[in-house]
């Protein structure tokens, strides 16, 4: 009886380490040097669109905070961690005021993604993905949300063919554990098992990189990234 | 022409359903093959310019069970702005190659030149057959482009390089679906082509005896003018499309230059020109419009002749006028093209044969007109929808007057104005054309009357009807509405929404109008009063044949001779003011 | 009775016709040319109204002796037929010297209309401005102070980032201060050189009001110049079909004095 406790609290502590053990990677991402002014964009052909932004919004290439803290950085999970299957959650992808909200998501291989149109124009989605089908939808106002997934990891550059000065991302992964950076920089990966992991930053215009990192325990283990901004 | 070439032509009658009805080599069910196509895609047609004018008076709302023709094209029933423009390119493509080109010249040129030259059939009944199954597999071919993929091509029918050629890239209904239309129009092209060499083999080779050139009916001549005409025509487009084709599938670059970037796409192709899809386009597409318009004259004046009981008071004048705009279509192309970014010099180059080309339709209208003083105008459906389509030429006609100058060219070009310019002068009159054909021959083809009731309601609201869609047209262009627009947000075009619900209103209204007509045509066929063997009085051959509809060999066996020409109307016989052309008698004092 | 009906339907039809025509309003909607506000526009205006004015004519003429004819011709009781006087002669005569003169004189008209605007180069201090059309928007260029324009890469377009040009400002120095703007902004009564580029497919660029009209031909470079003599918004609208997007390919046409022009295009510097 006693022996039998014993394997299965034994086996319990082997099968859900989870449970006992979840460390958590997290930290700031910023960046070196003057980032490119982000221009105003200019909607004057799309009025209805013009009139929802009194003070021209801009490009968000380079999104900046304080502390020059970098936005809109993907941290995510490239290796060590279990490829997870595709949480059943749909992510949403809006399209308002003739700009993509928000500018990235991530989403699973195989994860439902949803994109509507709140505008009154037509708007034409188009994800440029190299890897994954390439397609465009257009998207009349008042026709029903569409429904997509995304086969194999990639990061898609989306656009809208009607509106050219829309832009946003799609950060298609193959795990479940990522985050993506506001202006103040500041990501979490929490729920890690104890392992060896690899913690990959992607930006869009100023790339990639990456950082080994070792969970033990229940630890939260901190790492920031820097990235070079660029000139042009 | 001898007798060993008209005999040797000729083929025994058919036996079995598949040999009488289906791979027929008669001339005459040919030519209902052709008429039944053309029906088939004249309703398509139709059917999609009431989605299109829907969609442009209510872009965001759904229309009901679309999605099921399209789920990507009509998401919830809401046409997207590809789906718009793809349903106006295969409305175009349809209309103009499938209807304008088949009916009033293959459907019925097929069933009624051998007959009224007195020939037993066509030059090459072989020929013939595959002709229209050839047309048939290109019109699968179009059709098929609706179940592809991303859909039909949107490009419109005329196909502009490089969104045409450099394929999926330049937007939905740009891969598979411009393929399709690209190899349907090219085997088109070969259809047209065999029949045209079989209508101008058969008309000098196998008139009968005593029919002379001079003695054959006008639209015999229109027919042949025609004929001619398109075998230049088709002839070019044919090679066009294939290298259309291969810049799209097999790497080349005719009509595509270097440094597009389509889509964040950069393209691979260099040194192509997209003038030059424009200028091999339109050397068709010109004269394409005479093929469509020209065998329409001639039915309408062949029927007017009849319906007055008098003969023009020139047919050589006519005659000579078809010529002479055949011959000048050749050299109006660039008129399509004065703001393409040619040479400004060519825009007065081709601008001045374009006006020349008013003056032999004048000639025409003029005779038209004059040749109604004085006469006996019988009024019946036929008829009506004769003079009918001399008010249709007329309007159309003078709104070209203003797109043939380039400077006006430059406010009106690629504005409504031009779409209810072709629409009226080629579209609605040629339809008139076909249904004065089709009221006037059915007697002939299935031996009973149409009804006339029927018919002439069928008139009144399709004349008025029409006039109510397409002059608007003239208006909105006037105003500077730009055409293939899929909804009207522009600031200037938003005032102009009202002209376009009256517009949809007068479509929707003038389609169902038609259903009168097609149920008149199947109601005739099987309930209709049965016909004499010439219930109009009139000339020609066709009305001289034993039965109605003729035998397989038209005549019974018999080589008519021919003693007059077919205008022997408002002159004294033994049997009243006409004489037919097989009668030996000779014409007395005219009454 | 059917003729009399026609008759009178096709001449009630052809007034009802030429009314919009003469009114200038149809459904309560205005249903002619907007106002001109170029130094070419007059002469296109005027061809425009002399061939209304011939058009209009020969149309009402024909549908007229059309009605009249067929009310007096059509469905009557039998009778002794008559010929136009004349015969044909005299109505192929009418055509051709009718006919011919008016498409000579229009032509002739209209000649220098063209002209005016295509037959001769944008004079020396013309202002210079590039415009590119790719689906679905028109961008505008200005050379700025150095006076240069920027070569164009279309393998660094990167319209997310607004480089529609594909400039290369790291690499090509003439490219850092090249202006781009989404609206046409120009000074009043100067003439513009507008150079036309295309980036993807055919495009054309449409000016009611200037009564000005081109295409864009990818692969060539074509160049329209005017000049407008009104302050005010103005709509440039594609009329050459390039794709979905095509009924929403517009831009605005600003026109500005020369002060606001050059305060505008200092700001655009910064």
């Known amino acids: 009886m006693r022996a039998s406790c014993h394997c299965i609290a034994a086996l319990a502590a082997v099968l859900c380490p989870a449970l006992m053990f979840a460390g958590t990677i997290s930290g700031k991402v910023t960046y070196t040097g003057t980032p490119v002014k982000q221009k105003p964009i200019d909607m004057s052909k799309e ?61 699973h291989t195989g994860q439902e993604l949803q994109v509507s149109n709140a505008d009154q124009t037509s708007h034409n989605i188009h994800p440029l993905a190299k890897v994954n089908r390439e397609w465009n939808k257009s998207q009349p106002p008042g026709s029903p949300a569409i429904q997509e997934k995304f086969d194999q990891p990639e990061f898609i550059s989306v656009k809208c063919n009607i509106h050219p000065w829309m832009h946003g991302w799609f950060a298609v992964l193959k795990t479940n554990h990522y985050s993506i950076t506001g202006d103040s920089g500041g990501f979490s990966l929490p729920n890690l098992p104890p392992g060896k992991y690899t913690v990959t930053a992607w930006h869009e215009d100023y790339g990639t990189q990456t950082q080994d990192v070792t969970i033990t325990g229940n630890e939260t283990k901190s790492i920031d990234f820097s990235f070079k901004a660029k000139a042009y | 022409m001898s007798e060993a070439s008209a005999h040797a032509a000729q083929h025994a009658a058919p036996t079995g359903f598949i040999r009488k009805y289906v791979f027929s080599l008669d001339h005459k069910i040919i030519g209902l093959q052709y008429y039944g196509l053309a029906l088939v895609a004249v309703v398509i047609g139709m059917v999609l310019s009431w989605l299109m004018r829907i969609h442009l008076i209510a872009p965001n709302w759904p229309i009901p069970g679309l999605q099921f023709l399209s789920k990507v094209g009509a998401p919830g029933g809401v046409m997207t702005p590809e789906y718009y423009l793809s349903l106006m390119t295969m409305h175009g493509t349809l209309m103009v190659f499938f209807v304008l080109t088949n009916a009033p010249f293959a459907a019925f040129g097929n069933y009624f030149l051998p007959i009224q030259i007195g020939a037993e059939d066509m030059a090459f009944p072989r020929f013939n057959m595959m002709s229209f199954w050839t047309t048939f597999v290109a019109f699968c071919i179009l059709i098929s482009a609706f179940f592809v993929g991303d859909g039909p091509p949107l490009s419109g029918w005329t196909a502009y390089a490089p969104l045409s050629a450099v394929g999926a890239d330049s937007g939905p209904g740009q891969g598979l679906g411009q393929t399709l239309w690209g190899l349907s129009i090219f085997v088109f092209c070969i259809a047209s082509l065999l029949g045209s060499l079989n209508f101008i083999a058969t008309t000098l080779d196998l008139r009968t005896k005593g029919m002379t050139l001079a003695r054959m009916p006008i639209c015999t001549w229109a027919w042949f003018i025609t004929a001619c005409i398109s075998l230049l025509a088709f002839a070019v487009l044919l090679p066009a499309c294939l290298l259309l084709v291969l810049d799209r599938v097999g790497g080349t670059s005719f009509f595509i230059p270097s440094g597009l970037n389509i889509s964040d796409h950069l393209q691979p192709h260099q040194g192509g020109s997209p003038l030059l899809w424009q200028h091999l386009f339109w050397f068709f597409g010109h004269p394409e419009v005479y093929i469509a318009i020209l065998p329409a004259i001639g039915i309408v004046s062949h029927i007017l002749i009849n319906s007055m009981r008098k003969p023009m008071l020139s047919q050589k004048v006519i005659i000579y006028c078809m010529m002479s705009i055949g011959f000048l279509s050749y050299m109006v192309w660039g008129h399509h093209m004065f703001l393409s970014g040619m040479n400004p010099f060519s825009a007065l180059v081709f601008s001045f044969p374009t006006l020349m080309i008013t003056i032999p339709a004048t000639i025409m209208t003029l005779i038209w007109l004059g040749s109604l003083y004085g006469s006996n105008l019988r009024i019946n459906t036929a008829s009506l929808f004769c003079l009918g389509f001399i008010s249709m030429f007329v309007s159309g006609g003078v709104s070209g007057f203003f797109l043939a100058q380039p400077s006006i060219d430059i406010y009106l070009h690629a504005t409504y104005f031009v779409v209810g310019h072709f629409h009226m002068v080629m579209g609605v009159a040629a339809i008139f054309a076909v249904f004065a054909g089709t009221y006037f021959w059915f007697p002939k083809m299935t031996g009973r009357m149409m009804n006339e009731t029927l018919g002439r309601l069928h008139f009144w609201l399709t004349f008025i009807g029409t006039y109510c869609i397409f002059m608007p047209f003239h208006y909105l262009g006037l105003a500077g509405n730009v055409r293939r627009y899929s909804a009207f947000t522009d600031d200037f075009l938003v005032p102009l929404l009202p002209v376009h619900k009256f517009i949809t209103y007068s479509a929707l209204f003038t389609g169902a109008v038609q259903l009168i007509f097609l149920f008149n045509l199947i109601y005739s066929r099987f309930k209709g009063t049965p016909a004499t063997a010439n219930p109009w009085e009139a000339t020609s051959l066709e009305w001289s044949t034993p039965s109605s509809p003729p035998p397989f060999d038209n005549f019974g066996g018999v080589h008519p001779v021919v003693y007059h020409d077919p205008y022997q109307y408002g002159v004294k016989s033994s049997t009243a003011d006409y004489l037919m052309q097989t009668s030996p008698e000779r014409a007395g004092e005219t009454p | 009775m059917g003729g009399k009906i026609f008759a009178v339907l096709v001449i009630v039809i052809a007034i009802a016709s030429a009314v919009p025509i003469i009114t200038h309003t149809f459904l309560g909607a205005s249903v002619t040319p907007p106002q001109d506000i170029s130094t070419h526009g007059a002469e296109i205006d005027k061809q425009l109204d002399e061939t209304m004015i011939e058009a209009g004519l020969s149309f009402l003429a024909a549908q007229l002796l059309l009605g009249v004819f067929v009310w007096q011709f059509g469905g009557r009781k039998a009778g002794p037929l008559k010929n136009f006087p004349g015969g044909s002669k005299y109505l192929v005569l009418a055509a051709l010297l009718l006919v011919g003169a008016e498409a000579i004189a229009l032509g002739a008209m209209g000649t220098k209309a063209w002209a005016k605007v295509y037959f001769q180069p944008a004079s020396a201090d013309a202002l210079p401005i590039q415009a590119q059309a790719g689906q679905f928007a028109f961008y505008f260029r200005y050379a700025g102070p150095d006076g240069k324009f920027g070569a164009i890469h279309p393998e660094k377009i990167d319209e997310g980032n607004s480089n529609f040009f594909g400039l290369d400002p790291e690499n090509d120095i003439p490219a850092r201060d090249d202006i781009t703007s989404g609206e046409l902004v120009i000074p009043v009564n100067k003439e513009i050189h507008l150079m036309m580029h295309a980036k993807d497919v055919g495009h054309s660029f449409y000016v009611r009001e200037l009564r000005i009209q081109q295409d864009f031909v990818p692969g060539l470079d074509l160049s329209l110049h005017f000049t407008a003599t009104k302050v005010g918004r103005y709509e440039i609208v594609c009329t050459q079909l390039c794709g979905l997007g095509h009924y929403n390919m517009k831009a605005y046409l600003n026109v500005m004095s020369q002060d606001d022009f050059d305060k505008w295009l200092k700001a655009q510097s910064s």
């Open chain 1, 47 to 107: 009025p209805s669109c013009a009139q929802q932004h009194p003070t021209p919004i801009t490009t968000e290439t380079i999104v900046t905070g304080a502390n020059n803290t970098l936005g809109n950085v993907v941290v995510y999970i490239s290796a060590g961690a279990d490829d997870a299957n595709a949480p059943s959650q749909t992510v949403t992808f809006t399209q308002k005021g003739c700009q993509y909200i928000p500018h990235v998501i991530a989403l």
